[in-house]
């Protein structure tokens, strides 16, 4: 069974820093894509950053330039830095992997269960 876990969200105060990260366990062959969804309070769910297998990044408008994902192929882990923090950035951040079980040859979505970041004024 293939588990995402988020760490590193928690409280700061506006124009601060927070790293998160998201790690797989389980039968896993390969993992394709690994990207970063923020639900902010009353509000959709947005896709924050993208990164994938060949190191290709895109981000959300909103966080270019303060945000930056990066991954660990050894470790099954997705990172994001979040720089300049601001109070719009608040919201649970949860992570999604492509990824190939093991004794498949078609890659299916995970998500962990996420991570509240919450920004002060």
């Known amino acids: 069974q293939v588990q995402l876990v988020e760490s590193g969200g928690g409280l700061v105060q506006a124009g601060g820093s927070l790293r998160l990260s998201c790690t797989a366990s389980g039968s896993i062959s390969s993992i394709n894509d690994m990207r970063w969804f923020r639900r902010a309070p009353g509000k959709q769910r947005e896709l924050v950053a993208t990164?994938?297998?060949?190191?290709?990044?895109d981000y959300a408008d909103s966080v270019k330039g303060r945000f930056t994902i990066s991954r660990d192929n050894a470790k099954n882990t997705v990172y994001l830095q979040m720089n300049s923090l601001k109070p719009e950035d608040t919201g649970v951040y949860c992570c999604r992997f492509g990824i190939v079980a093991s004794g498949r040859g078609y890659t299916r979505d995970y998500w962990g269960r996420g991570t509240q970041v919450t920004v002060s004024s």
């Open positions: 990164i994938t297998s060949a190191g290709s990044t």
